[in-house]
Nanobody, 122 residues
Framework: QVQLVESGGGLVQAGGSLRLSCAASGRTSIMYTMGWFRQAPAKEREFVAAISGSGRTTYYADAVKGRFTISRDSAKNTSYLQMNSLKPEDTAVYYC???????????????WGQGTQVTVSS
């Protein structure tokens, strides 16, 4: 089992930045792919970004490409989502998740955090 805890959410003005963190504990000896998803009100949860266990491969949704950067610090068992040039449409609950390979489909992720709210005001 892997436990994931997100932090770093909050309220920011459009054009601003936030950095989300996802701390993993438990069976972290396996180098899981770490993914970020988000769910806006009245919308389905959607893929945002993912990083492979080695950290060498990353993948982004088109909506965030060029603005968001995913990274990981394996020594700290933590992944990060740096979000720049935020837009009101980025407002959502952001979830981190762990999977055995780099997927974009949420059903392939085995472990999930509780989510952190990001609100971008116009």
């Amino acid at each position: 089992q892997v436990q994931l805890v997100e932090s770093g959410g909050g309220l920011v003005q459009a054009g601003g930045s936030l950095r989300l963190s996802c701390a993993a504990s438990g069976r972290t000896s396996i180098m899981y792919t770490m993914g970020w998803f988000r769910q806006a009100p009245a919308k389905e949860r959607e893929f945002v970004a993912a990083i492979s266990g080695s950290g060498r491969t990353t993948y982004y949704a088109d909506a965030v490409k060029g603005r968001f950067t995913i990274s990981r610090d394996s020594a700290k068992n933590t992944s990060y989502l740096q979000m720049n040039s935020l837009k009101p449409e980025d407002t959502a609950v952001y979830y981190c998740a762990a999977a055995k390979a780099l997927f974009v489909v949420e059903s392939r992720y085995d472990f999930w955090g509780q989510g952190t709210q990001v609100t971008v005001s116009s």
